[in-house]
Every structure is written in structure tokens, then in C-alpha cells.
């Protein structure tokens, strides 16, 4: 069955780094946009990163420009979140995403259960 699995969170201080790992499974994982999500407390979630499935130019959210550098090794069936200089209102759950959109149906979309990033002194 389809698995998407985050690990890497944790908590660290302002200016601190982290890398968030996503290992996919049960899917055509090459074909897929593979993306970042975040839900801080008592905030929707929003989109952090994506990247296209083959690599490519990625998106970014304004709030992480600069810091944030998303990746994926299609040979391994991962996406990649590296953060740095992080600062406290990025502390969320980090949710890895996969969507394939396929003409005008509805697209396959999947998520992870989400990793816990505090970033806090």
C-alpha cells in the first residue's frame, strides 16, 4: 500500500538547521510532484516547498525563500526538506505530499502522518 514516511524532526534552536526525509513506497514515486506541507498551532496548513517529478525548478512560500531547499533522489524514493536559519513561527508539523495530476480528474494525492519541528531557545 501506498507509504509516505517523514523523519528528521526534532527540536533545535533559533538558527539552527534540520533535514526532513520523506521515504515513499506503494506508488510510481518518479511521476509524482512531491511537496512540503506545514500546520503550526491554530494555523491551516500551508505549502512550504514543491518540486516537479523530475526535478526541475521548485516553488517556495515567500516566508521560506532563501532558507529552505527542497530535493528528491528518484533512485531512493525520497524527497528532502532542508531548513535553515529557522526561526520560531516554523515550528508546525511538517507533512510530506505526493500528487500526480492527470488531465482534468481528480488528482492522486497522498499524505504522510507528519514530523514535529519546534524550533525554540
Known amino acids: 500500500q501506498v507509504q509516505l514516511v517523514e523523519s528528521g524532526g526534532g527540536l533545535v534552536q533559533p538558527g539552527g538547521s534540520l533535514r526532513l526525509s520523506c521515504a515513499a513506497s506503494?506508488?510510481?514515486?518518479?511521476?509524482?510532484?512531491m511537496s512540503w506541507y506545514r500546520q503550526g498551532p491554530g494555523k491551516e496548513r500551508e505549502l512550504v516547498a514543491a518540486i516537479p517529478s523530475h526535478g526541475g525548478i521548485s516553488n517556495y512560500a515567500d516566508s521560506v525563500k532563501g532558507r529552505f531547499t527542497i530535493s528528491r533522489d528518484n533512485a531512493k524514493n525520497t524527497v528532502y526538506l532542508q531548513m535553515n536559519s529557522l526561526k520560531p513561527e516554523d515550528t508546525a508539523v511538517y507533512y510530506c505530499n505526493a500528487k500526480l495530476v492527470i488531465g482534468i480528474a481528480t488528482p492522486y494525492s497522498y499524505w504522510g502522518q507528519g514530523t514535529q519541528v519546534t524550533v525554540s531557545s
Open positions: 506503494g506508488f510510481t514515486f518518479n511521476i509524482y510532484t
